[in-house]
């Protein structure tokens, strides 16, 4: 049985610095086929880094509708070969039955594209509406933004890998996953929260990246009210999160953000008045 690779890899290269090209290294992030299989039979396939892989199992298979709770995945099987990653998963509670009558395949490019699609009607699926209550203070989201690089160990090594974590505004603790693919990134976040009894409903999903469709499907899908991400939002991710209830948050840079949906959830703080 081959060895699971590192997630990053150092390699030798010619850097040009100063009008001076001279022999140097750089480490890189990792980036191999992973394969979803579940009963034997191979759901998808994504090319992604390989770390936090039991995360990325659960995560992915409640993104993608397959179960609701990670104890309906039952136990992980990591398989590497020289050809890639197998997460081999018997799903439990008879998900196994359901998930039989709608078999399918289909070979990912870096974690884009919807997995496993069957219709154009299917792309753009109902999602469960997130009509809670919860605020969040602007500044501290401000914060928690600006904790996230120094929170991604392998970006720190690489500066080449996106990032999604969780912010939870009442006790300020940030989990947070990476990968070369931010639509993977999330997947493991989403397995992260739920192997760790996390509900994403009480914060914030933070990402590195622009949102996409893909991403607010995936964050309603956990239950998360609020999506922010350092970039800009395609119009159907919009659409997508003004639809479903799900507050969007883009373009963060330093102190400054746009809020395009459901601006109620940030609120700003309010100074005691002094007489």
Known sequence: ??????????????????DVTARSSRVIPEETPIA??????????????????????????ITEGLIDAPDDAGDVEILAS?????????????????????????????????????SLEAATRALPALDNALT???????????????????????????AAAFWNPASNALVVREDVGRHNALDKLAGALARQGLAASQGVVLM???VSVELVQKAARIGAPIIAAVSVPTALAVRSAEKCGMTLVAVMRGRDFEIFTHPGRIVEQVSAHVA
């Not at 699971?4 to 150092?10: F, G, I, K, V």
């Not at 090319?47 to 199992?57: G, Q, R």
């Not at 050809?83 to 008879?94: D, H, K, P, Q, V």
């Not at 078999?103 to 974690?111: F, I, L, Q, V």
């Open 82 to 118: 020289d050809a890639g990653i197998e997460l081999r998963t018997w799903l439990g509670g008879g998900r196994q039955d359901a998930y039989a009558a709608r078999k399918r395949s289909m070979a990912g490019p870096t974690g884009c594209g919807l997995c496993g699609i069957e």
């Open 36 to 61: 979803f299989t579940y009963g034997g039979s191979t759901h998808a396939v994504m090319m992604a880094t390989p770390a936090d892989l039991e995360d990325f199992a659960v995560g992915f298979a």
């Open 136 to 162: 969040v203070q602007a500044e501290g989201l401000i914060a928690a933004m600006d904790r996230l690089p120094g929170a991604q160990t392998i970006n720190q090594e690489t500066r080449a890998v996106h």
């Open 208 to 210: 590195t990246s622009r």
């Open 1 to 18: 049985m081959t060895e699971t690779p590192s997630a990053t890899l150092r390699v030798e290269c010619l850097a040009r610095r100063h």
